[in-house]
């Protein structure tokens, strides 16, 4: 089938691009890399056996973050608070991040959270989830074929039997 090219077919009303601004700017504000704005930058990445989740915290306490996993969904939570309030200072710029935040995000299955380790420094927190034992790479012993396993390998003295084509005795191979 042929499509004819319009340019006007796939364009946004006027009124669904105020409502995408509106939306975005007020009602779920994001951050340059797409998370919720406010809400701690995390990397999430497997290195070895181990998956390592880090946050991003500057200027919060370690006794003011919270970390949780229920149904393998991480939630860390955490408030950061304002020791220098003045009032009678006039802000022109103030971009130092004051409040509560939240951010969930969901963790592979293949991962003990019961065994998770937390280090909380220079205002990164780090997780480490070791791989669960169920999740872990086994080897699987294969037997030799045609014989039991557990009983050793036995060859009498002469003749041995062989598989496969192979030329009988006194036959010369044809050219």
């Given at each position: 089938m042929i499509e004819r090219y319009d340019p006007f077919g796939r364009a946004m009303s006027l009124r669904q691009?105020?409502?995408?601004?509106?939306?975005?700017?007020?009602?779920?504000?994001?951050d340059a890399q797409g998370a919720?704005?406010?809400s701690a930058q995390l990397n999430m990445?497997?290195?070895?056996?181990?998956?390592v989740v880090e946050a991003g915290l500057p200027g919060i306490k370690p006794?003011?973050?919270?970390?949780?996993?229920?149904?393998?969904?991480?939630?860390i939570r955490g408030?950061?608070?304002?020791?220098?309030?003045?009032?009678?200072?006039?802000?022109l710029v103030r971009e130092q991040r004051t409040g509560s935040f939240s951010r969930m995000i969901r963790l592979p299955e293949t991962y003990d959270v019961d065994a998770c380790q937390a280090k909380f420094?220079?205002?990164?927190?780090?997780?480490?989830?070791p791989k669960s034992e169920q999740a872990k790479p086994r080897?699987?012993?294969?037997?030799?074929?045609?014989?039991?396993?557990?009983?050793?390998q036995t060859s009498s003295g002469?003749?041995?039997?062989?598989?496969?084509?192979?030329?009988?005795?006194?036959?010369?191979p044809s050219r």
């Open positions: 691009m105020m409502d995408s601004l509106l939306s975005d700017a007020f009602v779920m504000p994001r919720p704005a406010g990445y497997e290195e070895g056996d181990t998956l006794e003011d973050i919270d970390v949780n996993v229920e149904r393998g969904m991480l939630t408030e950061s608070k304002s020791e220098n309030e003045h009032k009678e200072r006039n802000y420094e220079d205002g990164v927190l780090r997780l480490t989830f080897r699987i012993q294969i037997s030799g074929g045609g014989q039991q396993p557990g009983q050793p002469g003749a041995q039997s062989q598989t496969g084509t192979s030329a009988t005795a006194g036959s010369a």
